[in-house]
């Protein structure tokens, strides 16, 4: 037998096992979070209310939440509430010899409910965090708006790992 023959022969063999497969494989709960077969994520998604987070990274957070969630337009009225708390604190990196920190490291962590507002039940709680280093400066101006930007990127990394958690559980629920 040639080797073109054999390889041929695979292939059709292979092909073969793949339309039987095909029925046992079928029956899969397998379900595409933003797909249209199971209920619309993306409009469940819009129907959760952000309630106010606390201090500056938390309204930007907030913010990045509400864009996620409704894209910018008007929000239908709501069926859930996402209620969250963050922490922030900052640590030193590159430490040199004298002991001055050439480099920070800001971090961020976030607690959230999910409480459904027809009888305020908690249904999803999740937790999340994220890490954004910047560099220390001489300039105070520096500083602080190195700071700020590494608030920023971690603000945005939190915000789209909620969006995440509560799409993945909503994907589940529609």
């Not at 001055?100 to 507002?117: H, I, M, P, S, W």
Request: glycine share 8%; hydrophobic share 40%.
């Amino acid at each position: 037998m040639s080797s073109h023959s054999r390889q041929s022969r695979r292939h059709f063999l292979a092909g073969i096992g793949a339309l039987l497969a095909a029925p046992v494989l079928s029956g899969c709960q397998f379900k595409p979070m933003y797909g249209s077969a199971h209920g619309d994520v993306k409009q469940v998604m819009a129907e959760i209310e952000i309630g106010r987070i606390p201090g500056r990274v938390g309204q930007q957070i907030r913010n990045d939440l509400i864009f996620a969630t409704t894209g910018g337009g008007q929000a239908p009225k709501p069926s859930y509430r996402l209620e969250m708390a963050i922490r922030e604190w900052e640590e030193s990196i590159l430490v040199e010899l004298t002991g001055d920190a050439q480099g920070k490291l800001y971090n961020l962590e976030a607690t959230f409910n999910l409480v459904r507002l027809n009888d305020r039940k908690v249904v999803f709680r999740g937790k999340t965090r994220s890490r954004a280093a910047f560099d220390k400066f001489e300039s105070i101006f520096s500083n602080v708006r190195a700071r700020r930007d590494a608030e920023n990127r971690a603000a945005r990394t939190v915000a789209d790992a909620v969006r995440t958690q509560l799409a993945a559980y909503m994907s589940s629920t529609v």
